[in-house]
């Protein structure tokens, strides 16, 4: 009996792990919203060879507006967290709409996080964990990335959180 319950621990572990990204995005009830257009004279996705350079991107909610305010003052670390979240998810967005499959996503190569915070917050990081967090639940070991967090005085549109990021392509 205790072999037979390891092997379907195994199978059903190994269907978890070898699920695509969008089968990951639909388990978790996340729904990729449009990608608007870039607000000035910028692109959403540059592509140098295998690799995709994208804009940065904020917390932009399903009405339009974004999460905005400083972390530190406005916003709590958790607050801040889920707008990297939510962040994430408009950089899935962007590639979804820009590939049209995300299983062509080799690898998350860098993550680049902006937190606008007062000028005592040193937790930066664990903001930019909302970011880094949802893009390995979704991607797994293809998520895996080096990762950058700096605290800033302002971002446009006082926006809490802004994220760029590197992507190798197949």
Same mark, same amino acid.
């Given at each position: 009996? /205790?072999?037979?319950?390891?092997?379907?621990?195994?199978?059903?572990?190994?269907?978890?792990?070898?699920?695509?990204? *969008?089968?990951?995005? +639909?388990?978790?009830?996340? *729904?990729?919203?449009?990608?608007?257009?870039?607000?000035?004279? %910028?692109?959403?996705?540059?592509?140098?060879?295998?690799?995709? %350079?994208?804009?940065?991107?904020?917390?932009?909610?399903?009405?339009?507006?974004?999460?905005?305010? +400083?972390?530190?003052?406005?916003?709590?670390?958790?607050?801040?967290?889920?707008?990297?979240?939510?962040?994430?998810?408009?950089?899935?967005?962007?590639? /979804?709409? %820009?590939?049209?499959?995300?299983?062509?996503?080799?690898?998350?190569? /860098?993550? @680049?996080?902006?937190?606008?915070?007062?000028?005592? @917050? %040193?937790?930066?990081?664990?903001?930019?964990?909302? @970011?880094?967090?949802?893009?390995?639940?979704?991607?797994?070991?293809?998520? /895996?990335?080096?990762?950058?967090?700096?605290?800033?005085?302002?971002?446009?549109?006082?926006?809490?959180?802004?994220?760029?990021?590197?992507?190798?392509? *197949?």
């Amino acid at each position: 009996m /205790k072999i037979f319950l390891t092997i379907v621990c195994l199978f059903f572990c190994a269907a978890i792990l070898s699920q695509t990204p *969008e089968e990951n995005i +639909k388990s978790k009830g996340i *729904e990729l919203p449009a990608v608007p257009k870039p607000v000035a004279n %910028y692109v959403n996705v540059v592509r140098t060879g295998n690799l995709l %350079y994208l804009s940065g991107k904020g917390p932009l909610q399903k009405n339009g507006t974004y999460i905005t305010g +400083k972390v530190g003052k406005d916003l709590t670390i958790e607050q801040g967290y889920e707008a990297a979240k939510l962040t994430a998810i408009n950089q899935i967005a962007v590639l /979804k709409d %820009y590939l049209g499959d995300l299983n062509k996503v080799k690898r998350i190569v /860098k993550v @680049f996080g902006i937190v606008n915070c007062t000028n005592e @917050f %040193y937790d930066q990081p664990k903001v930019i964990n909302g @970011f880094s967090d949802l893009i390995v639940e979704i991607f797994g070991e293809k998520g /895996k990335h080096t990762r950058s967090a700096i605290g800033v005085a302002s971002l446009p549109m006082n926006i809490c959180v802004e994220v760029e990021l590197v992507v190798e392509v *197949e």
